[in-house]
């Protein structure tokens, strides 16, 4: 069987002079087409480590990883990545920015116009399309940076503490920004962040990895992002899920697989008892 993206025994290693440090041991995973994949854990549990090996910027020392059965070699213009900071063009417009993808790709002018205004449109940006970076707020130029990803029209979209640098109330505009665009463009995204509630809010699967040497010890289906899309109340919808009991029970339990709890509820299934299901 053939999965949209297949990351097999892959494991990743540095060497120091003598010293050798595990990053990831023994990681399998398999996301399929459209998922919303978050990657949570400790602080240097191999989450940046292992986007990155799906965006093709590192090889790992063990193992490989198959984007539709091909194997992932570098970077490609089928996937696309959004950094924690926007790391915007600042000489260049706010269209400039995101007309970068489709001119390399030597798409005509009146193409470039119709796509940078579709995908402006989708982020909320039309009107400042003739602005420069410095002349917007934290979580518009992180805007910017998502447009700028879509406009590459990339399968996957890789995005690395996207909204890790901003204020709570910004951050939970953009999870929901980013649900509504994910729900209109059907692109599979994987989402690493250190926020717990994030992850479970967003995704429709939330992944735990250890700490190093990073492996998968949790794989666990959510679905409360498709309550916040049906509700269509906004902010009020995103906090009133957050705030229910199911969700809280959820966020424990992907706390204490976090935390090394040894007596997770049965309920939870692991990476291992998911793969077998399938």
């Known amino acids: 069987m053939m999965f949209f993206l297949e990351a097999r025994r892959i494991g990743v290693w540095y060497r120091s002079g003598?010293?050798?440090t595990n990053a990831l041991r023994r990681v399998d995973l398999t996301i399929d087409e459209g998922e919303f994949v978050c990657l949570v854990g400790p602080s240097g549990?191999?989450?940046?480590?292992?986007?990155?090996?799906?965006?093709?910027?590192?090889?790992?020392?063990?193992?490989?990883?198959?984007?539709?059965?091909?194997?992932?070699?570098?970077?490609g213009s089928d996937r696309a990545v959004v950094m924690q900071h926007p790391t915007l063009m600042p000489w260049m417009t706010v269209y400039g920015n995101v007309?970068?993808?489709?001119?390399?790709?030597?798409?005509?002018?009146?193409?470039?116009?119709?796509?940078?205004?579709h995908y402006l449109e989708l982020v909320g940006l039309s009107e400042f399309a003739r602005r420069y970076p410095y002349e917007l707020s934290g979580g518009m130029q992180q805007r910017v940076a998502?447009?700028?990803?879509?406009?590459?029209?990339?399968?996957?979209?890789?995005?690395?503490?996207?909204?890790?640098?901003l204020d709570a109330l910004t951050r939970e505009t953009m999870q929901l920004e980013l649900l509504r665009i994910w729900s209109l463009t059907g692109k599979t995204i994987i989402f690493v962040t250190h926020d717990v509630e994030e992850a479970i809010a967003c995704g429709t699967r939330v992944i735990v990895l250890t700490p190093r040497p990073g492996r998968i010890?949790?794989?666990?289906?959510?679905?409360?992002?498709?309550?916040?899309?049906?509700?269509?109340?906004?902010?009020?919808s995103l906090r009133t899920?957050?705030?229910?009991g199911e969700f809280v029970a959820v966020r424990e339990q992907v706390m204490g697989a976090i935390l090394g709890s040894t007596d997770a509820p049965n309920k939870l299934r692991t990476h291992a008892e998911r793969e077998t299901a399938t």
């Open 18 to 20: 003598r010293q050798i």
């Open 45 to 75: 549990c191999g989450k940046t480590t292992l986007l990155h090996l799906i965006a093709g910027f590192l090889q790992p020392s063990k193992g490989e990883i198959l984007l539709q059965g091909a194997r992932i070699k570098g970077p």
């Open 241 to 244: 899920v957050k705030s229910t």
């Open 146 to 165: 998502v447009a700028r990803a879509l406009a590459n029209d990339s399968q996957v979209l890789l995005m690395d503490e996207p909204f890790g640098a």
């Open 99 to 117: 007309e970068i993808g489709p001119r390399a790709r030597g798409i005509s002018a009146s193409e470039r116009h119709k796509v940078v205004d």
């Open 217 to 236: 010890i949790m794989d666990r289906t959510v679905d409360f992002c498709r309550s916040v899309l049906a509700d269509n109340r906004g902010m009020s």
